[in-house]
């Protein structure tokens, strides 16, 4: 996944003098983020950073980046607690472009672990846009490892690029290795072609293939997914 750029760099004049407007009135008044963000792709400008990543799996799209920016412009203002509970229902309320633009800006958030939640509800969707947007560097530092895992198989089942994933030769292990080799017997068994990302997976696991202990491990009462 490619981090997020400066507005400068892709937006045209007239669209980054309006952002520049709606972060002074967010940062002026964070409350007006619930109207400006959903607002964002309308009011300022929408498409791809990347004309080869239409979907905005690896690169972050336009739109992604003004909301971005507007959560930077209210984490000014805001107390964690406080941005935690705006974050939170711009995701719960929000349509998919919105979701995944929440998920994006974990990256560049200094929240901690708390909205995890965020990032196991889109892993449990079938929406290749949400699943690539949680597997961020957040996603990286905070996930437990079983959940993260499985978040990389969930990538790999639903054509999700491994680039999109943040963290596979750093995170990536025995355990995750024996779960790509089990994907790639049975799609050989049922005749099915192997993704390219699979057999990359397991190189990017080599480094790591001594099995360890798990550094992250998932909440208490937490169900474990297959």
């Not at 981090?3 to 520049?20: E, I, K, M, S, V």
């Not at 972060?23 to 619930?34: G, S």
């Not at 336009?62 to 607690?81: C, F, K, M, N, T």
Request: glycine share 6%; net charge negative; aromatic share 4%.
């Amino acid at each position: 996944m490619k981090p997020a750029q400066n507005p400068t760099d892709w937006l045209a004049p007239a669209a980054q003098a309006r952002l520049d407007e709606l972060i002074t009135e967010v940062t002026t008044n964070p409350a007006r983020i619930a109207v400006l963000f959903p607002a964002a792709a309308r009011a300022i400008a929408r498409g791809p950073v990347d004309p080869a990543d239409p979907d905005g799996l690896i690169t972050p799209r336009v739109e992604d980046e003004v909301r971005i920016a507007l959560l930077r412009a209210a984490e000014r203002r805001w107390r964690p607690s406080e941005l935690t509970v705006e974050i939170t229902a711009l995701y719960r309320h929000g349509d998919a472009e919105e979701k995944r633009a929440v998920l994006r800006a974990l990256d560049h958030l200094e929240l901690g672990d708390v909205l995890l939640p965020l990032v196991r509800d889109a892993l449990r969707c079938n929406d290749s846009r949400l699943i690539a947007a949680a597997l961020g560097t957040y996603a990286m530092r905070h996930l437990d490892d079983h959940t993260w895992r499985h978040g990389v198989l969930k990538a790999l089942f639903t054509g999700v690029p491994l680039d999109a994933v943040v963290g596979v030769a750093e995170r990536g292990d025995a355990e995750l290795s024996r779960m790509a080799s089990a994907y790639i017997a049975e799609r050989l068994a049922a005749g099915r072609p192997v993704p390219q990302d699979a057999e990359r997976l397991l190189q990017l696991c080599a480094g790591n293939a001594t099995a360890r202990t798990d550094h992250r491990d998932p909440p208490a009462g937490q169900d474990e997914e297959e």
